[in-house]
């Protein structure tokens, strides 16, 4: 039954990894579940409370990351609250187009919101490519973060 478990521990990671690239999956909390199991299935004896609690909170910082990558890159570009919903409800109706629309979304949100809120064009398109870096940027930095979660539990199982 162990060799199973430890299987469907890697499932969990694997698709959590996966699901910090799209949008669609939690990412760092499904990592989080196969860490943890990984860890039950020793019954915590190589990875205790400590390194749990440290992937943790990497995971509150997936979080944090998650909800402000995106809007800081659109608030640095000078972006109205429109813009930001536009993002938002963009990379909602991207996940229906699959990639391209995880691409494509909160950039055509972001510029048809900023489009609506002032009718600058120019100004749009800014707002557009900040949200899309600040989105890129955020992915990078929850993949490091989900990388790191992974690091610490071989870490600690290793020692």
């Given at each position: 039954?162990?060799?199973?478990?430890?299987?469907?521990?890697?499932?969990?990671?694997?698709?959590?990894?996966?699901?910090?690239?799209?949008?669609?999956?939690?990412?760092?909390?499904?990592?989080?579940?196969?860490?943890?199991?990984?860890?039950?299935?020793?019954?915590?004896?190589?990875?205790?409370?400590?390194?749990?609690?440290?992937?943790?909170?990497?995971?509150?910082?997936?979080?944090?990351?998650?909800?402000?990558?995106?809007?800081?890159?659109?608030?640095?570009?000078?972006?109205?609250?429109?813009?930001?919903?536009?993002?938002?409800?963009?990379?909602?109706?991207?996940?229906?187009?699959?990639?391209?629309?995880?691409?494509?979304?909160?950039?055509?949100?972001?510029?048809?919101?900023?489009?609506w809120a002032r009718r600058d064009w120019q100004q749009a398109g800014r707002v557009g490519a900040?949200?899309?870096?600040?989105?890129?940027?955020?992915?990078?930095?929850?993949?490091?973060?989900?990388?790191?979660?992974?690091?610490?539990?071989?870490?600690?199982?290793?020692?």
């Amino acid at each position: 039954m162990e060799p199973v478990l430890w299987v469907v521990a890697a499932v969990l990671v694997a698709v959590g990894i996966a699901g910090t690239l799209l949008p669609a999956l939690p990412g760092a909390p499904l990592v989080f579940a196969g860490l943890l199991l990984g860890a039950w299935i020793d019954r915590f004896q190589k990875v205790g409370w400590l390194p749990l609690t440290i992937i943790a909170l990497l995971v509150v910082a997936a979080f944090v990351v998650d909800a402000a990558a995106t809007a800081l890159g659109a608030k640095r570009a000078g972006a109205s609250k429109r813009a930001l919903v536009g993002a938002g409800l963009g990379t909602l109706v991207g996940l229906l187009f699959g990639l391209p629309g995880l691409l494509l979304g909160p950039f055509v949100g972001a510029v048809l919101g900023e489009v609506w809120a002032r009718r600058d064009w120019q100004q749009a398109g800014r707002v557009g490519a900040a949200t899309w870096v600040g989105l890129l940027l955020g992915t990078l930095a929850k993949l490091a973060l989900v990388f790191t979660m992974v690091a610490v539990f071989v870490t600690a199982y290793l020692l």
